[in-house]
C-alpha cells in the first residue's frame, strides 16, 4: 500500500474512524514501518500541542444572556406575528366575503386565496435573495456539493441538477422558509438573470397559486411532482423560463424512475 | 411562539454555546464579531427550528453548528474582507496559502501562541475542518453534514490542515 494511503489511514485510525479490520491491519504495519509510525508520533505529538495549547473557547457570560434575550424577543415575535403577514389576512376577508355569497364556494375560495399568500412568499423570498450577500448559503456548480450540503439542515434531500450543459448554469443552494417549513432554494444562471427554484416535499391538499404567474416583472412557474412541490422564479423571458421548468421536471422525474 | 417550544429551543441547543461561540470566533478571527454571528445563528436556528424536528438522529449540535457556519461565511461576503477571493480551491490554495503566511511570520511569534496563530493562518475551509475536529471531537461524517462537504474532502482537508499545522510546531521547536 501507498504512502498516502497510508497517512490517511492513520489519520483516520487516530481519528477513530478506521473500522475494527482496517485498524488491525494497520497496527501490524505500523510494527513494520518506521517511516508510517514516525509519521504517527508526528501526528500524536501535534494532536498533544492542540489539546495543551489551543483549548475550545468558553462563550462570555454576557453572550449567553444576549441570546438569551434575543430569542425571547424573537420568539414573542413569532408568537403574535399573523401567520402568513398581512397578505393572507387580506386574501382571508374576501374569501370570507365570497363565503357569504356561495356558502358551497367558501372552502375552494380559501384555498385559493392561501395559494395567492404563497405566491407572495415565493416573490418576497426571491427579491430577497437578489440583495446583496444573501443569493446562496452554499456556492458551487457542483451538484455533488450542493446537495449534500442540505443534509442536516432540511428533513428531506432534495434533488440538485446542473444544467450549465444547456445554458442553465448551476450557481448555488440556499435555505428558505415559505409555506411555514424550511424549504431548499437552488440558483440557477441564464447570461445575467438568475432563477430560484424553491422545492419541499409535496403534502396533500391545497396545492396553491396558479401554475403561472407574473408579478411586478417576475414570471412564477410552479408544479408538483409526487415527491415535491416546485416553484420556480426569475426575471428570465417567459417563454425560456418554461424550457428550465421542463428539464427540471425531466431530470426529477428521470431520477425517480428507477426507483418507481 | 409557545413558551414551552421556546424552552423546548433552548434545552436542544444552548448546551452548544461554548461550541458555537468556538467554532465562530475561529471562522471570523475576533471575539467581537463572534458574538454577533453567534446571537444571528441561534436567531436563524429558531427559526429553522420547525425544519430541524423533522430530521432524525442528530442532537442538535451538528444542526447548530452549520447554522453558525453558514451565518459565519455569511458575515464575510457581506464584509468583504475578501471581497475578490476566488472561490476556494482545493489544490491551488493548499499550495499558495504559505506564500501569505510564511513560517518566518509564525517563527517571530510568541511560541506559545503559534500553533493558535497556524490555525488562524489556515484557509477558512481548513481551519473548520480542524476546529470541528480536533477543538470540538465532531465525527467526520458530523463535520461533512456542518461544512457541506463529502466525507473524503473531510480527510483531505484534515491531512492537508494538519500538514501545514506540523509545520509550524516544527519550526516553533526549532525555535526553542
Known amino acids: 500500500m501507498s504512502h498516502p494511503v497510508l497517512e490517511a489511514q492513520v489519520d483516520a485510525y487516530l481519528d477513530g474512524e478506521l473500522a475494527a479490520d482496517d485498524a488491525r491491519e494497520l497496527e501490524a504495519h505500523l510494527i513494520q514501518c518506521p517511516e508510517c509510525a514516525r509519521f504517527r508520533d508526528g501526528r500524536i505529538a501535534l494532536r498533544a500541542a492542540i489539546t495543551a495549547q489551543v483549548p475550545a473557547l468558553e462563550a462570555p457570560d454576557a453572550l449567553r444572556e444576549r441570546v438569551r434575550a434575543a430569542l425571547r424577543v424573537a420568539a414573542r415575535k413569532r408568537a403574535f406575528r399573523p401567520i402568513a403577514g398581512p397578505v393572507l389576512w387580506r386574501s382571508l376577508a374576501l374569501a370570507a366575503s365570497l363565503a357569504v355569497v356561495a356558502v358551497g364556494s367558501w372552502r375552494l375560495a380559501l384555498q385559493r386565496a392561501a395559494g395567492g399568500a404563497l405566491t407572495d412568499q415565493v416573490l418576497a423570498s426571491h427579491v430577497r435573495s437578489l440583495m446583496p450577500g444573501h443569493l446562496t448559503d452554499v456556492a458551487s456548480s457542483d451538484q455533488h456539493t450542493v446537495k449534500p450540503w442540505f443534509n442536516g439542515k432540511l428533513d428531506f434531500s432534495p434533488p440538485v441538477y446542473d444544467f450549465a450543459g444547456r445554458g442553465f448554469p448551476l450557481i448555488g443552494g440556499r435555505l428558505d422558509y415559505l409555506n411555514g417549513r424550511a424549504v431548499a432554494a437552488l440558483v440557477y444562471g441564464r447570461r445575467q438573470h438568475l432563477i430560484n427554484v424553491f422545492l419541499w416535499p409535496a403534502v396533500q391538499g391545497p396545492a396553491g397559486g396558479p401554475p403561472a404567474a407574473t408579478r411586478q416583472g417576475y414570471h412564477l412557474l410552479r408544479w408538483t411532482t409526487p415527491e415535491y412541490a416546485y416553484w420556480v422564479v426569475s426575471d428570465l423571458g417567459i417563454a425560456e423560463l418554461r424550457d428550465f421548468a421542463a428539464l427540471l421536471a425531466h431530470g426529477d422525474s428521470a431520477a425517480a424512475t428507477p426507483a418507481r | ?176
Open chain 2, 1 to 176: 411562539m409557545e413558551p414551552i417550544e421556546l424552552e423546548r429551543f433552548e434545552a436542544l441547543v444552548l448546551p452548544y454555546l461554548d461550541a458555537a461561540y468556538t467554532l465562530a470566533r475561529y471562522l471570523v478571527g475576533n471575539e467581537h464579531d463572534a458574538q454577533d454571528v453567534v446571537q444571528d445563528a441561534y436567531l436563524r436556528a429558531l427559526k429553522y427550528f420547525d425544519g430541524f424536528r423533522g430530521a432524525g438522529g442528530d442532537d442538535g449540535r451538528a444542526w447548530l453548528l452549520a447554522i453558525v457556519r453558514n451565518t459565519a461565511y455569511t458575515w464575510h461576503r457581506r464584509h468583504r474582507a475578501d471581497a475578490l477571493a476566488t472561490e476556494f480551491d482545493e489544490e491551488l490554495h493548499s499550495e499558495t496559502v504559505a506564500h501569505v503566511h510564511p513560517e518566518t511570520t509564525l517563527l517571530r511569534e510568541a511560541a506559545h501562541a503559534s500553533l493558535r496563530h497556524a490555525i488562524d493562518g489556515l484557509p477558512r475551509e481548513f481551519r473548520e475542518v480542524i476546529v470541528l475536529r480536533e477543538l470540538e471531537g465532531l465525527s467526520y461524517k458530523e463535520i461533512s453534514d456542518v461544512a457541506g462537504v463529502p466525507v473524503g474532502t473531510v480527510m483531505s482537508r484534515l491531512a492537508r490542515a494538519r500538514k501545514r499545522l506540523q509545520e509550524a510546531l516544527r519550526a516553533e521547536q526549532q525555535e526553542r
